[in-house]
């Protein structure tokens, strides 16, 4: 028998700890079972496309605290839905037969996918088609079903808290209200984390939906209390009670064409019509999935990593590697397919936040 051979595939957008995922499968399937990795180049586009290159020790050393992915990935290729245009007009075509080509011309025995909801959802699918696949949960959104973290979020959670805590100095000497926008798509994970991190004095997250005038009163009741500024930490995915969420643009993305950003301006000019107060906006938007990993992200990842060869090498295939309390844990990736993980309202974090003061732009009981 020959060596066993696995693949690797970075899909969605990167995060810090990506590289050491890739780092981790490949020392722990080279060093500790003598297997062959193949990269795939730029997720499932790469897939189809053909494209790869052989993950060698040379490869993958030296890469742990670099942020990005040495593989390329791509948020908007979906092998199941490709975008065409057949007679002028744009449709979508399944091409996961490709996809399905590849993975045996490569004679893989095993595939494991790094991404998020959107990732793992296609990986689900090519295993439904005879694919061995793995999951590694990855995202700054920490949106992710069947695990207690993902990797990626505590460092995005890091740059945002120390976006909020410059933001502090500079709202409190203008005497202004600072509004600092992150992302996290339809989770308030990044939000209220940060948020309650970095001291913020209203949280606003799309679980919640907010009402305007209750921003406007807990401002005005830190102005009262002889607060001149605050902190409003806006969630991208946050919309009003009964209204919309804001985009900012519209991608060639089947599964989710909306990209989301901006609502923190629509607060902010509100806020200033209604109290006169000078508002500034800060959007940290991809900031936040640049930099180093932090320790815990560094951590996370290579355990993930490990967990996830150990998994190819048992042959516990279709599985997605989670973190459950302290252990590493393998669940169905059938349970994460197309779902989403939202803050819960009674979350111990929003229970904290409202024992310290914190607004969530509507009264809460
Ligand atoms: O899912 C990760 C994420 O950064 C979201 O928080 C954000 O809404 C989206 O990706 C941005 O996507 P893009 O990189 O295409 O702008």
Redesign the pocket.
Known sequence: MGKKRIGILTG????PGLNAVIRGVAKTAINQYGMEVVGILDGFRGMLEGRFTILDYEKVSGILTIGGTILGTD??TDPFNVLEVVNGKKETVDKSDVCMEFYRDLGLDALICVG?DGTLTIAGKLAQKGANVIGVPK???N?LMETDQTFGFDSARHTATEAIDKLHTTAQSHHRVMLVEV???NAGW?ALESGLAGGGDIILIPEIPYEIDEIIAAIRRRNRFGKRFSIIVVS??ARPKGGEQVYQ?I?D?PAEPK???GVSNVIARQIEQATGIECRVAIL??L??GGTPTPYDRLLATQYAVKAVELAVEKKYNHMVALKGRDMVAVPIERVMGKQRLVPRNSPLIEAAICVGTSFGVKMD
């Open positions: 969605g957008g990167d995060c948020n908007k998020g995202t700054i959104d949106d992302m996290g798509r990044l991208e995915g643009r991608v993305d990209r989301l950003g938007g991809h936040q999935r």
